[in-house]
Structure formats: C-alpha cells, structure tokens
C-alpha cells in the first residue's frame, strides 16, 4: 500500500510539473497587496497529495505565496496540525485572526474559495 501511494505520488508531482501553470502577469502594487494579506497564514499540506496540488497551482496561477509544511515528513508539522485544527488532514490553511484563536481551514475547495473571495480572484 505504501508503494502504490509512493508511485501515485511520484506520478502525480510529475503530471503537476510538465502541467504547472503559468502565473497571470500582474502589477508591484498588486503583488504587494496579495502578499501582505498572506504573508502570515502557513498551508499544512503532504507534498503528493493531489488537492494540495489543486491549491498550489491555484496559489501558483494567482501569484499567492503562503508558507506552506509538510505534515507528512515532519512529524511536528502533523502534531501542530492535530492539536490546532482537531484532525490530520490536509490541506489545511491557517489564518491568523486579529484577538481571536486562528482559524484552521480544511478542504481544497473551501480554501480556494476563501483566497479568491479576499483576493478578489474570478474563478
Ligand atoms: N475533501 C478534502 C480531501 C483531503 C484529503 O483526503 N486529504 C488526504 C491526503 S490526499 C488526507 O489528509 N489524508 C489523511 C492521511 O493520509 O492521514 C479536500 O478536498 O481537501
């Protein structure tokens, strides 16, 4: 089961690279704007897992840059995971929110979505 898993893997990364898109062309201030408002949230993710890989090319298109960790090489990452948002999967955005506990974003989708409503990304 751990080979099918490392094969389907290697697979998928490689599929993610020949097909990795081309980031939209946009402006200092823009780029600036988006960064300042990512600049503090981190992405839990395991780097072969296919809606991981649905997020970062959506954050690769749209030029977001979010730190991400990789919760299945380091085991830290996955007990930060399970301890902040209650389970270990991902991915799994989290937002700092001002004087209040941050939030712990699962789904691929409803990560998506809550970057491009912010960001105002037409999707
Ligand atoms: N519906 C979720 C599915 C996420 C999911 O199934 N992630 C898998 C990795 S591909 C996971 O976290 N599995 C937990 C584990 O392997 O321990 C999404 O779209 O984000």
Redesign the pocket.
Same mark, same amino acid.
Request: proline residues 4%.
């Given at each position: 089961m751990r080979i099918i898993r490392f094969i389907l893997g290697r697979i998928i990364l490689f599929i993610d690279w020949i097909t990795s898109p081309a980031p939209i062309s946009i402006s200092e201030e823009e780029r600036l704007r988006i960064s300042t408002f990512t600049s503090s949230m981190v992405m839990y993710e395991?780097r072969a897992? @296919?809606?991981c890989v649905r997020v970062r090319r959506f954050m690769k298109r749209n030029n977001i840059i979010i730190t991400t960790k990789d919760a299945r090489k380091n085991k830290d990452y996955a007990d930060e995971l399970i301890s902040g948002g209650g389970k270990?999967?991902? @991915?799994c955005l989290v937002i700092p929110t001002e004087g209040k506990n941050s939030e712990w974003l699962?789904?691929?989708?409803d990560i998506i979505n809550f970057l491009a409503k912010e960001l105002g990304i037409k999707l």
């Amino acid at each position: 089961m751990r080979i099918i898993r490392f094969i389907l893997g290697r697979i998928i990364l490689f599929i993610d690279w020949i097909t990795s898109p081309a980031p939209i062309s946009i402006s200092e201030e823009e780029r600036l704007r988006i960064s300042t408002f990512t600049s503090s949230m981190v992405m839990y993710e395991f780097r072969a897992c @296919p809606f991981c890989v649905r997020v970062r090319r959506f954050m690769k298109r749209n030029n977001i840059i979010i730190t991400t960790k990789d919760a299945r090489k380091n085991k830290d990452y996955a007990d930060e995971l399970i301890s902040g948002g209650g389970k270990l999967q991902v @991915p799994c955005l989290v937002i700092p929110t001002e004087g209040k506990n941050s939030e712990w974003l699962y789904e691929s989708k409803d990560i998506i979505n809550f970057l491009a409503k912010e960001l105002g990304i037409k999707l």
